[in-house]
């Protein structure tokens, strides 16, 4: 392997959600002159000289041996699902996928306001990976344990990036909740609610992300506040759930603040996936 590094810059170029990390990013140069334009003067603040000429040896490159990993296979585990209950499952996460992908190009305009411009990309790789496996019958339906831990691999490898992460660490989180449980515990609105907290609570450790900040952890949290305060009421579970939802839409839509043009794209993207999953819930259960 022969690798000539004609420019290398490493500084603090930009912050990303004021969160810890780095990026690396590769330019293959096809024209000298490229060159030229970078070595120009710059006055802009921060920009380096770039270190030059850093020819890279095939005894200086670190070689990482692989091996072929089977398939890990998840242990059925936790409450299970009736019947019912699982083709419920299927049809909402079926409208929640759909619903994300349909809404590709709106999240990514959203986003290129204060953003990269992909969460619409990414959600939609993330939600179609989903749908495929569905079709496959590779996604348990019966164990919300091996369910929500299957969509966290899923997202964490298709979808990618922040959100990717972020998605990944709620839906694991979701999964454990119902390890707490014996397997003849029936499944009720208690039981998604007492997920979605562990979801919400999970985000807030691994991100230091705080209700208010305008992300999309003000919608989840809304829904989670007035789902669990209309259950505690006596509301059926559906009405509850409802409830949560438009407490969740109105929170996304404060997330739009002066002198942006939209909401948080990732806190749009909760609502629109929370209203999909309650449509699928009454669609099948009223």
């Known amino acids: 392997m022969q690798v000539n590094v004609m420019r290398m810059f490493c500084d603090r170029f930009l912050t990303s959600l004021d969160m810890y990390g780095f990026t690396v990013t590769i330019m293959k140069i096809h024209d000298l002159e490229i060159l030229k334009g970078i070595d120009e003067p710059c006055e802009a603040p921060c920009w380096q000289t770039p270190w030059k000429d850093c020819y890279v040896k095939e005894d200086d490159v670190l070689i990482l041996k692989t091996r072929n990993v089977e398939k890990e296979v998840i242990e059925m585990r936790g409450p299970r699902l009736s019947k019912r209950q699982m083709n419920t499952l299927l049809l909402v996460t079926q409208f929640a996928c759909d619903a994300l992908i349909s809404c590709e190009r709106q999240l990514n305009i ?47 490898k298709n979808m990618g990036g922040t959100l990717g992460c972020i998605y990944s660490i709620m839906l694991e989180a979701a ?28 985000m807030i450790t691994y991100t230091e992300t705080k209700e208010g900040e305008n992300t999309m952890l003000d919608p989840l949290s809304a829904c989670e506040k007035a789902f669990e305060l209309s259950l505690t009421s006596g509301m059926g579970d559906v009405d509850a759930l409802g409830n949560g939802v438009i407490a969740a839409e109105e929170s996304a839509q404060k997330t739009k603040i002066s002198p942006r043009k939209y909401p948080d794209p990732g806190a749009h993207a909760v609502g629109i996936w929370l209203r999909a999953v309650y449509e699928g819930v009454k669609l099948r259960c009223e």
């Open 110 to 156: 959203m986003d290129a306001e204060n953003g990269d411009g992909d969460t619409g990309t990414r959600l939609k790789r993330g939600m179609e990976t989903i749908n495929t496996e569905l079709a496959r019958h590779n996604i348990n339906l019966g164990y919300p344990f091996v369910f929500f831990l299957s969509l966290s691999k899923l997202v964490e």
């Open 175 to 202: 999964a454990k909740e119902f390890l707490t449980f014996l397997e003849n515990q029936i499944v009720d609105g208690w039981l998604w609610l007492y997920a979605l907290k562990r979801s919400v609570n999970a």
